[in-house]
């Protein structure tokens, strides 16, 4: 079982940037790893995944704002989110893929006023 501890949400104006980080309690070298949120009443939508390789893909309406990003030393991961947007307000799940499944963060409140 993994544990992700994560940190960095708030309260941001439009345009204001906020990093999310987000802690494992194990290795996470040679792994997928990522980010997902969820507003109510919706699935979680994927936001971005940073791959044992360091391939980075980004779902849409994010890309070229957030930027993703790992520290397999400190097996931590981040989310550098910039230019945020009202749109953007949602819980942020930090998310880890061992082969045991995937392990899903407590989850992370971001909210952007306009």
């Known amino acids: 079982q993994v544990q992700l501890v994560e940190s960095g949400g708030g309260l941001v104006q439009a345009g204001g940037s906020l990093r999310l980080s987000c802690v494992a309690s194990?290795?996470?070298?040679?792994?997928?790893v990522g980010w997902s949120r969820q507003t109510p009443g919706k699935q979680r939508e994927f936001v971005a995944t940073?791959?044992?390789?360091?391939?980075?893909p980004y779902t849409d309406s994010v890309r070229g704002r957030f930027i993703i990003s790992r520290d397999n030393a400190k097996n931590t991961v981040y989310l550098e989110m910039n230019s945020l947007k009202p749109e953007d307000t949602a819980v942020y799940y930090c998310?880890?893929?061992?082969?045991?499944?995937?392990?899903w963060g407590q989850g992370n409140q971001v909210t952007v006023s306009s």
């Open positions: 998310y880890t893929d061992f082969d045991g499944g995937r392990s």
């Open positions: 940073i791959t044992s390789g360091g391939t980075t």
């Open positions: 194990r290795s996470i070298f040679g792994i997928r």
